[in-house]
C-alpha cells in the first residue's frame, strides 16, 4: 500500500491541515491518523468509516497484516472446503469502535463470509454497529456486546443462530496490553520516538487481570473448554505487542502441548512491510488449535521444479488416493486414505491382498506448490515420512 499523501490530499482536502511546511505529512498532529485512516480505507476498500476520536485508531497496515496472516494459516482449510465456505465464521474478540478486522476481513480475506465481533464496552460496539449500517454489511458482520469481561471466549456469547449450520474457521485479537497506567507509563517511557498522542479508553489499553499475557493466557484456557462442534477445526489467534508475553506465552503453550491439550502452536512476528505511516511498531501473532488436523502451512519438503511433472504421472498412479489441481491449476493436491506409495502396499494390491484396509484408513493430504511440498492435513506421520523418502527417489 503505497500512499502518496500530496496527490490524496488533492482529492481529500481536509487532509490538507495535517502537512508540515516541509511538504510532509505530520503524523503527530491532531487527527492527523485519524484522517488519513479513513481516506485510506475509502480509496482502498470504498469502506465509509467515521472513527470514533476518544478511541484507538487503528493503524491499518498493521491490521491488514494481522488479516493476511490469518488468511494464510486458514487458507488450505478454506480452499479445500470451498462448497461449505459459505458457512466460515470468523470471531474477532474486542473489535473495538471501528471493528476494524471484520471491515477489513469482509473486503481482504476468503476465510469467512460472517465475522462477529465481541466486545465489553457497549459504546464502542454501538459505534461500530453505525459503522456497519451506514456501509450496508449487516450480513456479514454481527456485533456482541459482552457483558461479563471475564469471558474472553464463549461459544454461549453468540447467538446461537449465528453458529447453526456454520464452523468457525479463526478467532481473532488485539488484546489490551497492559496490566495498569503504571505499567502503560513504564512501556511509554520506551518508546521515546512516539511521535503522535495516543488516544484510547481504558479497556483499550489496560487489563488489569494481567494485561496481555493475562488476557491472552484466559482465552487460551477458555478455548480448551469450548466444547461446540463449530469450533472443531478452529484455529484460535492472537496478535501480540510485547516480547515478553510472546516468551510466557510460548512456555504455557509447551506444556499444553506436551499435555496434549493443544494440537498445535505457532508464535511469530508478524510482518508488516508497509511504512505508510512511520517506521512500524514490532508486533508478534499467537495461534493454537486444540482439534484441528489442518497444519500451518510451511514448506517442508524442496523438489526441483524440472521434476513437477513427473511427481504428478507418478503420485497419479496410486490406488486410494485422489490427485486434484487448485482452482488456477497452479498447485495440486495428493490426498490419501492410505500409504499406497509404500513397498509394503504396493506388494499388498500386487497379489490383491487387502491386510492393510483392516487397520482403518488415516486421511492425509499433501500439496505440491511451485517446488515445495506441503503437508496440508493429517496426522499420519508414517504416511508423510514415507512419502517424503518417496519423492526423493523421483528421478
Ligand atoms: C487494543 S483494543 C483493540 C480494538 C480493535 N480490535 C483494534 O485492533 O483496533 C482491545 C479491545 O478489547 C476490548 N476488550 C477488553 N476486554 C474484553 C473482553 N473481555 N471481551 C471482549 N472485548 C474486550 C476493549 O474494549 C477494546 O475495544
Request: proline share 3%; hydrophobic share 35%; with cysteine.
Amino acid at each position: 500500500m503505497d500512499v502518496n499523501f500530496s496527490k490524496l490530499s488533492e482529492e481529500f482536502p481536509h487532509l490538507k491541515k495535517h502537512f508540515k511546511e516541509n511538504g510532509k505529512y505530520d503524523f503527530g498532529r491532531e487527527g492527523a491518523v485519524y484522517d488519513i485512516s479513513e481516506v485510506i480505507l475509502k480509496k482502498v476498500y470504498d469502506l465509509n468509516i467515521h472513527f470514533d476520536r476518544t478511541k484507538l485508531c487503528p493503524r491499518i497496515p498493521n491490521r491488514l497484516a494481522y488479516i493476511k496472516w490469518c488468511e494464510r494459516l486458514v487458507h488450505e482449510r478454506c480452499e479445500l472446503n470451498k462448497d461449505k465456505a459459505e458457512g466460515f465464521i470468523s470471531i474477532d474478540i474486542g473489535t473495538g469502535s471501528s471493528a476494524i478486522y471484520p471491515f477489513l476481513g469482509v473486503k481482504h480475506s476468503k476465510f469467512a463470509s460472517v465475522f462477529i465481533g465481541t466486545d465489553v464496552d457497549p459504546h464502542s460496539i454501538d459505534h461500530a454497529s453505525s459503522l456497519v449500517h451506514a456501509n450496508g454489511l449487516q450480513d456479514r458482520i454481527k456485533l456482541v456486546t459482552v457483558s461479563n469481561s471475564e469471558e474472553i471466549i464463549n461459544s454461549s456469547l453468540i447467538d446461537s443462530e449465528d453458529l447453526d449450520n456454520h464452523v468457525v474457521s479463526i478467532t481473532m485479537c488485539n488484546p489490551p496490553f497492559y496490566s495498569s497506567h503504571e505499567d502503560l507509563l513504564h512501556h511509554a517511557q520506551n518508546k521515546p520516538d512516539r511521535t503522535n498522542v495516543l488516544t484510547a479508553s481504558e479497556s483499550e489499553l489496560i487489563y488489569s487481570d494481567g494485561g496481555e499475557f493475562g488476557f491472552v493466557s484466559k482465552y487460551v484456557e477458555q478455548s480448551l473448554r469450548i466444547k461446540d462442534a463449530a469450533f472443531n477445526e478452529c484455529w484460535f489467534t492472537s496478535q501480540l505487542g510485547l516480547k515478553g508475553t510472546c516468551d510466557r506465552l510460548d512456555e504455557k503453550m509447551k506444556e499444553l502441548k506436551f499435555n496434549k491439550l493443544v494440537k498445535a502452536y505457532i508464535i511469530e512476528e508478524l510482518i508488516i512491510r508497509d511504512m505508510t505511516f512511520r517506521p512500524t511498531t514490532k508486533r508478534w501473532v499467537i495461534a493454537w488449535t486444540v482439534n484441528s488436523k489442518f497444519h500451518y502451512p510451511i514448506p517442508r519438503l524442496r523438489i526441483p521444479n524440472i521434476l513437477l511433472d513427473l511427481v504428478y504421472e507418478k503420485l497419479n498412479t496410486f490406488s486410494y488416493c485422489t490427485l486434484y489441481f487448485d482452482e488456477y491449476k497452479t498447485s495440486f493436491y495428493l490426498e490419501s486414505e492410505y500409504p499406497t506409495w509404500t513397498r509394503k502396499l504396493q506388494r499388498q494390491i500386487k497379489f490383491k491382498r487387502s491386510d492393510f484396509l483392516k487397520n482403518g484408513s488415516q486421511k492425509c493430504i499433501f500439496k505440491v506448490a511451485g517446488d515445495c511440498v506441503y503437508w496440508v492435513y493429517g496426522e499420519d506421520n508414517y504416511s508423510w515420512e514415507t512419502i517424503k523418502t518417496y519423492l526423493l527417489k523421483i528421478r
